[in-house]
């Protein structure tokens, strides 16, 4: 069985600082790794995938399959990345399948 | 085009009684999950349409819980003699490949 670990609930970094959202998974073949975006008020959305390497609203993350990690990293952070951000795993690569999510991460970029 | 819809947004029911929760996803998209989001935990897997395949239930915590999907449209989420532990918020996605497209839940309320 795959499993999804992020092991900050809640993140707090000033404005203009680096920030990390740390992910670590769990699964025996070759996942497919994604992070999705939950802003205030609004819909879970996909941010970025590993397999497509882009970098989005400055966020990039690298699979890591040795450390089986995938964080999520973004060097300036700013106010409007306050989220909530969960890491996902599906167990199928180019398909669609269920995803395992992380329980989330809070991240507030204070002033 | 419209994004995937849920209703309703809000239900709040009491223990014992049934309810019935709606996703009509977007047009086309062939894949649909239901996901159960418990306060300040992350998303977890509930069943999985695809086609005309035969659903993939794995994540149904219970017999209580049965969903449907008329062909490639609407689906249903029912929950029978509803429990207090049900109270979650219920997320609806639908794909066509890969990357999931997320309605705004319904928020449950079991008293």
């Known amino acids: 069985a795959q499993r999804v670990t992020q092991p900050e609930k809640l993140l707090s970094v000033f404005k203009g600082a680096p920030v990390e959202l740390k992910c670590n998974y769990s699964y025996s073949g070759s996942p497919e790794l994604f992070w999705y975006v939950q802003y205030s008020r609004q819909r879970l959305q996909l941010l970025l995938r590993?397999?497509s390497r882009e970098s989005i609203k400055g966020f990039t993350a690298d699979l890591n399959k040795g450390e089986t990690s995938f964080h999520l990293k973004k060097p300036f952070a700013q106010e409007e990345d306050s989220a909530m951000y969960y890491c996902a795993l599906s167990a199928s690569s180019g398909s669609a399948r269920q995803l395992t999510f992380g329980s989330g991460t809070q991240l507030t970029v204070l002033p | 085009g419209a994004g995937v819809s849920q209703s309703p947004s809000n239900k709040v029911t009491e223990k014992g009684k049934d309810v019935e929760l709606r996703c009509d996803p977007i047009s086309g998209h062939t894949a649909l999950y239901w996901y159960r989001q418990r306060l300040g935990q992350g998303l977890e897997f509930l069943i999985y349409f695809q086609g005309n395949s035969a659903p993939d239930k794995s994540g149904l915590p219970s017999d209580r819980f049965s969903a449907e999907r008329t062909g490639e449209s609407v689906s249903t989420l029912t929950i029978q003699r509803t429990q207090q532990e049900d109270s979650a918020v219920y997320l609806c996605?639908?794909?066509?490949?890969?990357?999931?497209?997320f309605g705004p839940g319904t928020r449950l309320t079991v008293l």
């Open positions: 996605a639908s794909s066509i490949q890969v990357e999931q497209f």
């Open positions: 590993h397999i």
